[in-house]
């Protein structure tokens, strides 16, 4: 499936891609801002590695139209955050406040990470059984929401992965997209 394409308007942008296994083409027209392929290089960039292509199709698809929602097959709900939003609270460069310190939705685990380690925490929960440095935590990148706990890849190998801020502990809900139920639309 291949990217966006931009074609430039006076005061916005239509985003054009391809939305479903019918090869359809879908068109949108964006206020000109944050361009898709700028947010996604920023990412990669911080990360210092691609994104799954499965990533950057969805987050395409999803500029700023309708959130979809998805379950895993233990039944988490969550779904992916937006590039942008028209109220950019659910957009992955939304600043997202934890205590005084504020940063993009895609890093807010950082922020979790810091707040365990000042409060003496050095290790995580994952998955029930085994224990992680905080920092593999602050390394990853957030990429949705499930009931205001952060929906987070593993760079490693991709899998979907819930923090639970509450009881700082994590959970994979996915080892590859196809293995997701897809919902609807809200």
Known sequence: MPGPGYFEGAADVKVCFERNALGQVRCERQRTGTSILNVISKIEHAVGKQLPTW?????????????EEYRSKEGTEFYFLRIA???NWNALESIQNL????????R???????????????????????????SWLSERITVGDSNGNPVFL????????VFYH?????????TSFEELVYIGDE
């Open 85 to 87: 939003s028209e109220d």
């Open 166 to 174: 509450d009881g700082w502990d994590a959970e994979r809900i996915a």
């Open 154 to 161: 593993d760079q490693d190998d991709f899998s979907l992965w």
């Open 55 to 67: 990533y950057t199709t969805l987050v395409q698809s999803t500029w700023n139209g309708v959130q």
């Open 99 to 106: 205590g005084a310190a504020t940063v993009e939705a895609w």
């Open 108 to 134: 807010i685990l950082e922020l979790y990470a810091q707040r365990m380690r000042s409060s003496g925490e050095a290790t995580l929960s994952v998955g029930g059984r085994k224990k992680k440095p905080v």
